[in-house]
T-cell receptor, first 113, second 115 residues
Framework: NAGVTQTPKFRVLKTGQSMTLLCAQD?????MYWYRQDPGMGLRLIHY???????AKGEVPDGYNVSRLKKQNFLLGLESAAPSQTSVYFC????????????FGPGTRLLVL | AQTVTQSQPEMSVQEAETVTLSCTYD???????LFWYKQPPSRQMILVIR??????QNATENRFSVNFQKAAKSFSLKISDSQLGDAAMYFC????????????FGKGTHLIIQP
């Protein structure tokens, strides 16, 4: 039982390049989330999904797209990376109601030059 | 919009002593949940404790307890018998019924444990 995994762990991009971050969970959770963490800040919600085939915008969705074609995977895409997207990205999943624990992945560190 | 404020960027405590981390929040919802997460240098986010707003009794998990003051919108974390392994960033987080489904985090408090 691996929990929540993220691929890759670290990536360097040039401005304008695209990439996809992959989040996978093996706990059969319905809810999945993408957050970003910047220095001196808490985590901020980018996008989330309440079930397979659904996605919704969070607090800071601009410049990102997401897809949840399979229940266990939640992909975060950057179509044209910008230096402002340099951050640590965390994926999380949750089984049911909002009182339940969100389980976080180990994070992906992204540097956009 | 909901907000979470942690006014202490850094706290320091002697090993075996007690420390309290502060958190205030704002939401217009009556149904909400509060959490404390710990982030050690490994960056892994770990749930420490949670509190349902409708429960008056303060939550406790071993050495960790909260002081939930609903009217004051305050949710502080008390760590008793501090241990070296408690050194980490601590984030207060809120989930409320309206708007996006997800957590709103404070900026965090860096806790240092002095041996």
């Amino acid at each position: 039982n691996a929990g929540v995994t993220q691929t890759p762990k670290f990536r360097v991009l040039k401005t304008g390049q695209s990439m996809t971050l992959l989040c996978a969970q093996d706990m059969n959770h319905e809810y999945m989330y993408w957050y970003r963490q910047d220095p001196g800040m808490g985590l901020r919600l980018i996008h989330y999904s309440v079930g397979e085939g659904t996605t919704a915008k969070g607090e800071v969705p601009d410049g990102y797209n997401v897809s949840r074609l399979k229940k266990q995977n939640f992909l975060l895409g950057l179509e044209s990376a910008a230096p402002s997207q340099t951050s640590v990205y965390f994926c999380a999943s949750r089984a049911g109601g909002p009182w339940e624990t969100q389980y976080f992945g180990p994070g992906t560190r992204l540097l956009v030059l | 919009a909901q907000t979470v404020t942690q006014s202490q960027p850094e706290m320091s405590v002697q090993e075996a002593e007690t420390v309290t981390l502060s958190c205030t929040y704002d939401t217009s919802e009556s149904d909400y949940y509060l959490f404390w997460y710990k982030q050690p240098p490994s960056r892994q986010m770990i749930l420490v404790i949670r509190q349902e707003a409708y429960k008056q009794q303060n939550a406790t998990e071993n050495r960790f307890s909260v002081n939930f003051q609903k009217a004051a919108k305050s949710f502080s974390l008390k760590i008793s018998d501090s241990q070296l392994g408690d050194a980490a960033m601590y984030f207060c987080a809120l989930h409320s019924g309206g708007g996006a489904d997800g957590l709103t985090f404070g900026k965090g408090t860096h806790l240092i444990i002095q041996p």
